[in-house]
Structures are given as structure tokens and as C-alpha cells.
């Protein structure tokens, strides 16, 4: 795109005297700042401490999985393991990290404008959900939960269990944070575009993360009445979801499940707008087929509403609501394949440089591919019948979410940390991390997919011998991914000191964000830009890579 007003280019070698960073010092401008930039900050920070508690949790399951028997912790504490590490990755981790961290930091950036358009609201976001976090500390503290992170019922409302009401009021909070996010990002892009930037003169990254806020704003609520009605059930003892006092369990699943499904979208989203900008980077290449990309990123955010009873085939639905969702669990395959056709198209005869956010990229796009196919396996009622409540639901989640979307938000830490820091990573060592991470991983949850189909329950503490080589397989293929998350966070701590001096666009991206100094100024712009070319327009750039690594 090209910009009539931009920020004079700076010299690689020296930081700029004044950026976000170093604008005001002190806890408190922390705390109570109101840059979006430093509050993106904030969100990765306690991001990445519940990921590593959900991380501890996983590691313990794998732990005890390694032998048939029993024998590492008690039954009721692998309860607790695998419901604290559902409950902290989702609704803490993966549904927050892409959304408040790159969509805070960057959305203003790529749009031209100086700020989010409501930023006291965007503040009170990160305390909302700090807040949610700490009932969550609470609930794991002093006893656990142990209903599994989808608080199935009538178990969940049932008096003797665990710390049921933390966990939910947990979330409950926390889904606030998400919806004044949502509401943040929809005002902000419609209010505070630069001066012609249009719909279609806007990223891929801004069509994803408004299909995003779409789905925090309608489905978010949802969730948040069913919490609060577990905690009335328990508090009271009116019958809502427990059958023995005239609730209905399954209304409860419905509830759950029609935020839990576009949920599922809030994660891989964001992680497709990112993988949308490292594409056509890489590749010095227009996206393939602009406009189709753009409107399926919409088609997700509203097919996503009409297929949450993909998940409740054995539960006692009719034959016919499932073939219907299970027709139109099909359909939501449609729009994310146009989106892997056309990246797939992008880098037909594209110029690709293979440096760390390209690799983080492509692993996506092969993980991800396959954790959607494995979904249309689950969306055809016979073999859903039997493949349900099974290891294979566990290895088709984790494609997808984890292997699909931690790769994204990995391409997108790497490709724009030069913006964020201003310094360089070592590039061998993160092209090594990407590796490390793809084989890890297919090495932890592919033996899920032969565990499930052969018939292994997911969430049992012990199973049967037969099993163990599969589940050996996969405890070590948790290793070497455990490997693979940390070593990107040695390196780029590293670099916050160490790393090359990076300059404003040391990729040579086409964008807003990489037209001001490298860590942005506080204000972002002097004055406001003017886009008069389209995105992407790599052959304005030329078709040089400049690796700053």
C-alpha cells in the first residue's frame, strides 16, 4: 500500500531516542497506561504464565500416561491435572493470546490510526481478565476442579465436588474482558481507519480479527449465563441442569457448546490473519484471491453459530437436528479451505524465503489441514459414534488448536518481534525451533489419532497394555515439544539486549505498522497517513528480502 504522509526512515544501527517503551518509566505507567501497545504487553505477559501452568498440568498427564497402571498420582488428582489444563489453555491462553496480544498491538498500527478508539475500556479489559485469572489461581490452590474444562453436568452442580463456583466465576469475569475486547476492535476498525483506507485496502489480519470480535461480542454472553447458572444451581439448589431436581443436563450442553464451537474459531482466526500477513511477506505476493479470503474470514464467524451440536451426536439429540449439523459441520470446512487454497496459490511461483516466521507458517498450514480434515471425520454421524469420548477427539482438538494455532501465534511473535522490541532474534536458532516444534508435536498427538480410532478413552488414569508403545511415543514427543516452546523464549529474551538492531522494516513488508520507527513511537504517527494503493503491493517494494536475523 502506499502511504502519501510516513515517518522518514531511521538508520538500522542506532534504536529511536523515544518509543513506546521508553516514554514513561515506573510500575504505575505500566499499570495504568493507556497505549495499546504496552497493554498488548501486559496481555502476553500473563498470557504466557498461565500457558505455563497449563504446560506443568499437561506434562504430569503425559507423566502418568506413561505406564498402564496408576501410579504417579491419585485418580482424583489426574481429575484435577486434565481439567486445570483445559480450563487455563483455553479460556486463558488460546482464546485471549492472539486477539488481546497482536490484535492490541498491531490493529491501530495496520490501520493508521493512534490508539484503539475506547482505551480506559481497553485497560479495564487486562484487569478483567487478571481478575478471572486469580479466581483461577484460587480454585487450583485450594482443591482443583474436576469436571474437565467443559464443566459437563449434572456432575458440576453436584455439592460434593471441587471448586466449581472459582472456576466458573473465573470465567465468568474473564468473558468480559473478551467482550470489551471485541467491542474495542469492531469500533475501532469501523471509527479509525486513515484517510482512504477502505474495506477492501485493509489487511487480511484486520478482516480476521473483526470476524473475531464478531464472535466475542454475540457468543461470549452465552458462556457467562451458564457459568452463572451452575454457581445458582449450587448456591440455591434449583434445578437447572441436575435431572434429579427437574433440570435438563443437555440444556446445558447446548449452552456450552454454542460458545465453545465459534470459540474454536476466536482461536484459529486470528492465527489465519497472521498467517495471511507472513504469506504474502514471504512470498513478495499479492494474496491470492483477496477478496475471497476476506469474506470467508465472515463466513467462519457465522457459520461457526450453526454447528455447535457437532458435539452432542450421543447425547440424545434427534437423528434429524444431527444429520442437519452435521450437514452444516461440513459447510464450515468450505471457507477455511478457500483460505488454504489461496495461501496455497500465493506461494505458486512466489519469490519464498524460508526464515523463521515462513517455517512457523507453513507447519501451520500442514497441522492445521490436518486437524480440519480429521474434523470432517467427526462431523459423519457413524464414524463420530464411534470415534467420540475417545483419544482421537483429543488428537483432532490439539491439530487444530495447538498445533495449528500455537504455530501461527509463533509466526507472528517472530515476524513482527523486530517491530514490538526493536532488536533481532537469531535466526538459526529459530528456524531450529521451528523444526523442533513440528516434529514435537506430530510426534505427541499423531499416536493420539491410532489411540482413539483403536478405542482408548480420553481422560482415563489408567488403560489397558496394550496401549503403553502409543502412549510412550507420545510422552516423548511431549519432550521434544516442550523443547521446541522453550527455547524460542531463551532466544528471545536474549535478544531484548543482545539482538541486532532491527530498523523499522527489516523484512521489507508492505504495511502501515512497518512504516514508523522499530519499537513504535508512543503516539504511533505524527500525522495521520494517507493509503492510496492496495495491500500488498510487494512490486512497488521490489522483490528483495532484506533478512535482519
Known amino acids: 500500500m502506499e502511504i502519501a504522509t510516513v515517518a522518514p526512515p531511521l538508520s538500522a544501527a542506532t534504536l529511536p531516542s523515544s518509543h513506546y517503551l521508553n516514554n514513561e518509566y515506573g510500575i504505575k505507567s505500566w499499570l495504568l497506561t493507556q497505549d495499546h501497545k504496552r497493554i498488548a504487553i501486559l496481555y502476553l505477559l500473563t498470557t504466557l504464565f498461565f500457558f505455563m501452568i497449563g504446560g506443568c498440568a499437561a506434562a504430569l498427564?503425559?507423566?502418568?500416561?506413561?505406564?498402564?497402571?496408576?501410579?504417579?498420582?491419585?485418580?482424583?488428582?489426574?481429575?484435577?491435572?486434565?481439567?486445570?489444563?483445559?480450563?487455563?489453555?483455553?479460556?486463558?491462553?488460546?482464546?485471549?493470546?492472539?486477539?488481546?496480544?497482536?490484535?492490541?498491538f498491531l490493529i491501530p498500527l495496520m490501520i493508521g490510526a493512534r490508539d484503539v478508539a475506547l482505551p480506559r475500556i481497553n485497560l479495564l479489559s487486562w484487569y478483567l481478565f487478571v481478575l478471572g485469572g486469580c479466581f483461577e489461581l484460587y480454585m487450583m490452590i485450594f482443591g482443583g476442579v474436576d469436571t474437565g474444562w467443559t464443566f459437563t453436568t449434572p456432575l458440576s452442580t453436584h455439592y460434593v465436588n471441587t471448586h466449581v463456583i472459582g472456576a466458573a466465576m473465573g470465567i465468568f469475569i474473564a468473558g468480559f474482558s473478551s467482550i470489551l475486547t471485541g467491542l474495542n476492535f469492531i469500533v475501532t476498525i469501523h471509527k479509525m481507519r486513515a484517510p482512504g483506507m477502505t474495506w477492501f485496502r485493509l489487511p487480511l489480519f484486520i478482516w480476521s480479527y473483526y470476524a473475531t470480535a464478531i464472535i466475542f461480542i454475540l457468543a461470549t454472553p452465552v458462556i457467562a449465563m451458564a457459568m452463572v447458572l451452575i454457581v445458582l444451581e449450587r448456591v440455591t439448589g434449583i434445578g437447572v441442569f441436575d435431572p434429579t431436581k427437574g433440570g435438563d443436563p443437555l440444556l446445558f450442553q447446548h449452552l456450552f457448546w454454542f460458545y465453545s464451537h465459534p470459540a474454536v474459531y476466536v482461536m484459529i482466526l486470528p492465527g489465519m490473519g497472521i498467517v495471511s500477513e507472513v504469506i504474502a511477506c514471504f512470498c513478495r505476493k499479492r494474496v491470492f484471491g483477496y477478496t475471497a479470503v476476506a469474506f470467508s474470514s465472515v463466513a467462519i464467524a457465522v457459520f461457526s453459530f450453526f454447528v455447535w451440536a457437532h458435539h452432542m451426536f450421543i447425547m440424545g439429540i434427534s437423528n434429524y437436528s444431527a444429520l442437519v449439523f452435521s450437514m452444516m459441520s461440513m459447510l464450515v470446512a468450505v471457507p477455511s479451505a478457500i483460505k488454504v487454497f489461496n495461501w496455497a496459490m500465493t506461494m505458486y511461483k512466489g519469490s519464498i524465503h524460508f526464515d523463521t516466521p515462513m517455517l512457523y507458517t507453513l507447519g501451520f498450514l500442514g497441522l492445521f489441514t490436518m486437524g480440519g480434515l480429521t474434523g470432517v471425520f467427526l462431523a459423519t454421524l457413524g464414524l463420530d459414534i464411534h470415534l467420540t469420548e475417545t483419544y482421537f477427539i483429543v488428537a483432532h482438538f490439539h491439530y487444530v488448536m495447538v498445533g495449528g494455532m500455537v504455530s501461527a501465534i509463533m509466526a507472528g511473535l517472530h515476524f513482527w518481534w523486530p517491530k514490538i522490541t526493536g532488536r533481532m532474534y537469531p535466526e538459526h536458532l529459530g528456524r531450529l525451533a521451528a523444526v523442533i516444534l513440528f516434529i514435537g508435536f506430530n510426534l505427541t498427538f499423531f499416536p493420539q489419532f491410532i489411540l482413539g480410532y483403536l478405542g482408548m478413552p480420553r481422560r482415563y488414569w489408567?488403560?489397558?497394555?496394550?496401549?503403553?508403545?502409543?502412549?510412550?511415543?507420545?510422552?516423548?514427543?511431549?519432550?521434544?515439544?516442550?523443547?521446541?516452546?522453550?527455547?524460542?523464549?531463551?532466544?528471545?529474551?536474549?535478544?531484548?539486549?543482545?539482538?541486532?538492531?532491527?530498523?523499522?522494516?527489516?523484512?521489507?513488508?508492505?504495511?502501515?505498522?512497518?512504516?514508523?520507527?522499530?519499537?513504535?513511537?508512543?503516539?504511533?504517527?505524527?500525522?495521520?497517513?494517507?493509503?492510496?494503493?492496495?495491500?500488498?503491493?510487494?512490486?512497488?517494494?521490489?522483490?528483495?528480502?532484506?533478512?535482519?536475523?
Open 61 to 104: 498427564i503425559r507423566l502418568e500416561l506413561l505406564t498402564p497402571a496408576g501410579d504417579l498420582v491419585a485418580a482424583d488428582t489426574y481429575n484435577k491435572l486434565f481439567s486445570i489444563h483445559g480450563i487455563i489453555m483455553v479460556f486463558f491462553f488460546l482464546v485471549p493470546i492472539a486477539p488481546a496480544v497482536f490484535g492490541n
Open 462 to 549: 489408567s488403560y489397558p497394555p496394550e496401549f503403553q508403545v502409543l502412549n510412550v511415543f507420545s510422552s516423548a514427543g511431549a519432550t521434544i515439544l516442550a523443547v521446541g516452546y522453550l527455547l524460542p523464549i531463551l532466544y528471545l529474551v536474549w535478544s531484548l539486549k543482545y539482538g541486532k538492531i532491527a530498523g523499522p522494516n527489516p523484512w521489507q513488508a508492505a504495511g502501515l505498522e512497518w512504516t514508523v520507527s522499530s519499537p513504535p513511537p508512543a503516539e504511533n504517527f505524527a500525522h495521520p497517513p494517507i493509503v492510496d494503493f492496495e495491500a500488498y503491493d510487494y512490486e512497488r517494494l521490489g522483490s528483495s528480502i532484506e533478512v535482519g536475523g
